[in-house]
């Protein structure tokens, strides 16, 4: 079956035709439905009906999965509903676990195009310019604002404030060749961690779709995968220092093309986007930021410089590990001076910024010693501190040499940029 898209008033059907789903050792044939029902994790809905009556009325523990044609693996999925008619047909409504899931044929692509979600805009060059371009690992992504262009969505998916469409992008090769819907993934998969970098929170790529020679669909994305609900922008890229994007972009892809790199992104993305104060608090998040930290430390010091074997890295206490980090990517280790609070502990218990902060993250995860003072700890401008770090950190690993919104000013306003700290001004 080809896939299809049909707007019902609640949802969105994505494909029709049959599946196998496999249940232990007993397969049925069902006659699905692929529904999408907004933009929003979890609302990719599977419905089927098994004529066969060879399923079990109850999958209590049991591992399931989906075979659709024209998706490459199976899915895993749960039952969200089990009903049975009174001939005996079973129908059910799944769930796949992982988004998002890739329709695809075997067609050669030429162009693509998809949706950005929770993004920002971002000035590029001057108030009114809000679209760019961005080229790195030889693909050309063309980013157009929306409002500013008119965007064919269903009602319901462009009716949620905590999930706004920010952008229509089309990509393709620079050089106008054809690739394969396994390559463009992978493309995307960098795109949407270097957007979610630049905005400090999960960026989500949602209702791609690829084109063959004959602007026909070859490859659809269904589902969105992993997206933090919006909240005005608040990261390293100011809002009013849009051109930053581009600066920044074609190397911090080119470290997304070495696999150690990609992988110690990915992990140090995941926790600092986990490291949501409104989620987990700023307690919370220093717990996580510290993981990201020691994360990265590894990949540099370890895997990328050199500069210290593997038992010698875990042999450092977790301040000594971010400490020389911040030396060899040259990050100041002091306590700036827009953590008044933060500065006062380190000045009292001779600390500079790596032991202030893993002090401050070791008293919130460790028993208190029988005995000891209660202390009132700036916890907020450690986690700040924190997010500093890791984006200074990716900043200079990457080679990045422009302007930056400095986390440690606490009142910070829009527009106010610096250099960053390794060049001389």
């Known amino acids: 079956m080809t896939s299809i898209r049909e707007e019902t008033d609640w949802k969105s059907l994505l494909w029709s035709g049959l599946a196998t789903l496999r249940c232990g050792g007993t397969s049925a044939t069902l006659n699905c439905n692929v529904y999408q029902r907004s933009l929003a994790k979890e609302e990719l809905v599977i419905e089927g009906e098994d004529t066969s009556g ?90 157009i604002s929306i409002p500013g262009v008119a965007l064919e969505l269903p009602p319901r998916f462009n009716s949620d404030e905590e999930l706004r469409a920010t952008h229509q992008v089309e990509f393709s090769r620079e050089d106008g060749s054809s690739f394969t819907g396994q390559q463009a993934q992978e ?153 008044s609070g933060l500065r006062k502990l380190g000045k009292s218990k001779g600390l500079e910024g790596p032991e202030a902060f893993t002090y401050i993250r070791n008293r919130l995860t460790h028993p208190p010693k029988q005995g000891a003072v209660s202390e009132l700890l700036p916890v907020y401008e450690a986690y700040c501190l924190a997010q500093w770090y890791v984006e200074l950190a990716i900043l200079s690993a990457c080679g990045y040499n422009g302007e930056y919104g400095n986390r440690t000013i606490i009142r910070r306003w829009v527009g106010q940029v610096e250099r960053v700290p390794w060049v001389s001004n």
């Open 187 to 339: 493309f995307l998969e960098k795109l949407s961690l270097f957007l979610s970098f630049c905005r400090g929170r999960w960026v989500a790529i949602a209702l791609t779709v690829g084109l063959d020679d004959s602007v026909e669909k070859a490859l659809e994305q269904w589902g969105t995968g992993r997206i933090s609900t919006w909240r005005e922008p608040n990261s390293w890229l100011d809002e009013h220092h849009g051109t930053c994007i581009g600066e920044l972009c074609t190397e911090f892809c080119s470290k997304l093309n070495d696999e150690a790199w990609l992988d110690a992104i990915r992990h140090v993305v995941y926790w600092f986007a986990r490291a949501d104060t409104n989620l987990v608090g700023p307690d919370g998040a220093c717990i996580l930021l510290q993981a990201a930290l020691e994360r990265l430390a590894w990949h540099v010091l370890v895997c990328e410089r050199g500069a210290i074997s593997d038992k010698g890295f875990r042999d450092l206490t977790a301040a000594d590990q971010i400490r020389l980090m911040l030396s060899v990517l040259l990050i100041p280790t002091e306590i700036p001076g827009g953590l």
């Open 54 to 143: 060879v399923l079990p009325p109850i999958f209590d523990g049991a591992d399931l999965q989906l075979d659709i044609p024209g998706v490459h693996d199976p899915l895993n999925v749960i039952v969200v509903s089990n009903a049975r008619h009174s001939e005996g047909h079973g129908f059910l409504r799944l769930r796949p676990l992982r988004t998002p899931c890739w329709f695809s044929t075997s067609r050669a692509l030429h162009s693509g195009r998809f949706v950005v979600i929770n993004f920002a805009h971002y000035w590029i060059g001057h108030p009114g310019n809000l679209d760019f371009t961005l080229k790195a690992l030889g693909w050309e992504a063309h980013f």
